[in-house]
């Protein structure tokens, strides 16, 4: 198995820490982007398995999350963070046989990158928030799913800083048990917490919410990427789902899967939630290798 090792690289003027294995490979670049509440630890099963393929394999600390840089200029809105993996991309000498993973708001942040650069990726693979308008869709219509979604509407508060921050993070704790219900997170939780336990990053990780729903800042001059948000990119897609996923309903992504463009297509995985790819690593990895591989 292909060995982790972890660098960093300023990139888009942020200095951005990511893991990497295969960078001896010849083969195209691999990027993936992780989701809240997590951080690059979450792709340590993937890593590996991506670079004994043949890839260059890389998972960067989303911005704001430890150790990547909090911005000085407090953009959070996804677009930032696509602009992010981009800028990731060049610098690391990613060709047009580039592929780019994403997972929660990793999955937005990869429609957004995949549609402002398509000729950037030749494959997406997304994970647990789906392609389209059904999320927006449900925020409209279904009340299971809007009351699932409540977090998004208290980290708009302020009080949510100290709330989320309390007692060693328990709150996330809470969230990771709501979302893959019967899975021990006890490991992952361990990993991703350092990633948020100073106020500065648990703040910067509630930004991207705050630009999203709230009066968190969003920059004019990426409005035309952040519009792209909700369009299904080009390139051929591969979407999963987890059939208990209690964070994102399974019926919205039956419903986004149902909507899918005919480059485009969803699988949905048995006995597992939110976090399918930590859940069950093997049988999700071998689902993604084999859509890279065709």
């Known amino acids: 198995m292909g060995t982790i090792t972890q660098h960093s690289i300023l990139a888009n003027d942020l200095n951005i820490s990511y893991f990497a294995a295969g960078l001896d490979n010849d083969g195209p670049l691999a990027i993936c982007l992780h989701g809240f509440p997590d951080s690059a630890h979450t792709w340590r099963h993937l890593l590996p398995r991506l670079a004994d393929a043949g890839y260059r394999a890389v998972a960067p600390f989303l911005r704001g999350y430890a150790p990547t840089e909090v911005p000085s200029d407090g953009r959070f809105q996804t677009a930032a963070s696509a602009m992010d993996a981009l800028a990731l991309r ?31 990726f030749a494959k997406v693979v997304t994970m647990a928030v789906p392609p389209g308008n059904a999320v927006g869709v449900a925020f409209l219509s279904n009340l299971a799913q809007i009351k699932r979604s409540w977090y998004m509407f208290f980290f708009q508060h ?23 219900p019967g899975f021990d997170a006890t490991d992952e939780l361990a990993l991703l917490k350092p990633s948020l ?65 005919p480059n485009a297509r ?24 084999s859509f890279l591989a065709e």
């Open 90 to 120: 060049d610098a690391l000498g990613g060709g047009a046989d580039s592929v780019i993973i994403g997972h929660d708001w990793g999955a937005v942040i990869t429609h957004i990158a995949a549609n402002v650069r398509p000729d950037a």
């Open 158 to 180: 302020p009080f949510a800083d100290f709330v989320v921050g309390a007692n060693d993070l328990a709150y996330i704790d809470m969230l990771w048990a709501d979302w893959s």
């Open 197 to 261: 336990r100073d106020p500065a990053n648990l703040q910067a990780a509630l930004g991207f919410y705050r630009a999203t729903l709230g009066a968190g800042y969003n920059d004019p001059a990426l409005q035309s990427a952040q519009d792209l948000s909700s369009t299904i990119p080009s390139q051929p897609l591969l979407y999963l789902h987890g059939r208990t996923d209690g964070c994102m309903g399974v019926e919205v992504a039956e419903f986004a899967a149902a909507e899918l463009t």
């Open 266 to 289: 969803a699988e949905f995985v048995d006995g597992v939630g939110h976090f399918m790819h930590l859940e069950k690593p093997n049988e999700v990895n071998d689902i993604i290798l």
